[in-house]
C-alpha cells in the first residue's frame, strides 16, 4: 500500500503570494493546503501535516501567535515564517518561539522548495 502523500499547510493572506507558493511546492511530491488565515487553517483538519508555511502578517492571528498556538496545542509540525526583509526582531521572535526557519519574503523562491524538502526527507528519516 503506497503511503499518503505529506500536506504542506500553506498560511497566507495575499491570494498571489499563496498561488507563488503552491507553484513552487509543487516540484516535491506534496499535497498543498492553503488558507487565507491562521483562523482558517485552525479550523481544518491538519492530520498527515507534514509542514507549516505561514506569514508573520496575517489579518488577526500573527503568524508568531499561530506558532505559540500550535505549540501550546502540542501540535508540532515544522514551522517556516515569511517576513519582510527588515524585519530582524520578528525572526528573532519566531525562532525563539520554536519556528525551524524565518524565511524572507523576497528569497522564497530560492530557499522555501529546498528548506521543505530537507524538512520532509528529514521527518522521513526519523520514521522509519
Not at 52 to 76: F, Y
Not at 104 to 121: G, S, T
Request: aromatic share 4%; proline share 4%.
Amino acid at each position: 500500500m503506497a503511503s499518503a502523500r505529506p500536506i504542506v499547510a500553506v498560511i497566507e493572506a495575499n491570494a498571489t503570494d499563496r498561488h507563488t507558493l503552491r507553484s513552487l511546492l509543487s516540484s516535491l511530491d506534496v499535497d498543498v493546503q492553503d488558507f487565507d488565515s491562521a483562523e482558517s487553517y485552525l479550523a481544518s483538519d491538519g492530520d498527515g501535516l507534514g509542514c507549516v508555511i505561514t506569514d508573520v502578517s496575517l489579518p488577526g492571528m500573527s503568524g508568531i501567535e499561530l506558532l505559540r498556538r500550535l505549540r501550546a496545542m502540542r501540535i508540532c509540525p515544522p514551522v517556516i515564517l515569511l517576513g519582510e526583509e527588515a524585519d530582524v526582531k520578528a525572526a528573532v521572535t519566531a525562532m525563539r518561539e520554536g519556528a525551524v526557519d524565518f524565511i524572507e519574503k523576497p528569497h522564497i523562491d530560492l530557499a522555501i522548495v529546498r528548506r521543505v524538502a530537507y524538512l520532509l526527507d528529514h521527518a522521513q528519516g526519523l520514521r522509519h
